[in-house]
């Protein structure tokens, strides 16, 4: 399965992502939401950043996953300090998902660039972050 996941432009994820400063994606909510569950060891992501130019620049193999059971925020938080390293979250990023009652830890290796190509959302309309899409081939233009 292949997966598009947007990642935080600001924080500057993908670099750190492609210089294996950081091995490790994390999403989370109160609920289990998307990719809880959707995304397994092998699976491809392919990585476009929040900042509307709209190119899927990257791609990555997934090694690892950890889907939480449902956590008190103590517990969340101790979940994501102990995988900080890999994590390598920004301040407002810790913010936003230690403390989430569900939790998805992706470990990504074999980051590398791809020739930027932009892709098809319209069939995506609730779309999120993070959004499985079978084959890359269905959505690139």
Same mark, same amino acid.
Do not use: C
């Given at each position: 399965?292949?997966?598009?996941?947007?990642?935080?432009?600001?924080?500057?994820?993908?670099?750190?992502?492609?210089?294996?400063?950081?091995?490790? $994606?994390? #999403? !989370?909510?109160?609920? *289990?939401?998307?990719?809880?569950?959707?995304?397994?060891? &092998?699976?491809?992501?392919? /990585?476009?950043?929040?900042?509307?130019?709209?190119?899927? $620049?990257? #791609? !990555?193999?997934?090694? *690892?996953?950890?889907?939480?059971?449902?956590?008190?925020? &103590?517990?969340?938080?101790? /979940?994501?300090?102990?995988?900080?390293?890999?994590?390598? $979250?920004?301040?407002?990023?810790?913010? *936003?998902?230690?403390?989430?009652?569900?939790?998805?830890?992706?470990?990504?290796?074999?980051?590398?660039?791809?020739?930027?190509?932009?892709?098809?959302?319209?069939?995506?309309?609730?779309?999120?972050?993070?959004?499985?899409?079978?084959?890359?081939?269905?959505?690139?233009?």
């Amino acid at each position: 399965m292949d997966h598009v996941v947007y990642l935080d432009a600001k924080a500057n994820e993908l670099e750190l992502l492609l210089t294996k400063q950081k091995s490790m $994606l994390i #999403r !989370g909510a109160t609920g *289990r939401k998307m990719p809880y569950g959707r995304v397994f060891q &092998g699976d491809v992501l392919y /990585l476009i950043n929040n900042n509307a130019e709209g190119l899927i $620049l990257a #791609r !990555g193999n997934v090694k *690892r996953v950890v889907n939480s059971e449902k956590m008190s925020p &103590g517990e969340s938080i101790a /979940l994501v300090d102990r995988y900080a390293t890999q994590l390598k $979250l920004s301040e407002k990023q810790y913010a *936003r998902w230690a403390g989430k009652r569900y939790l998805v830890l992706i470990e990504i290796d074999q980051v590398m660039e791809v020739d930027p190509f932009p892709i098809d959302k319209s069939a995506y309309g609730n779309m999120d972050d993070w959004f499985p899409v079978e084959t890359i081939d269905t959505v690139k233009l």
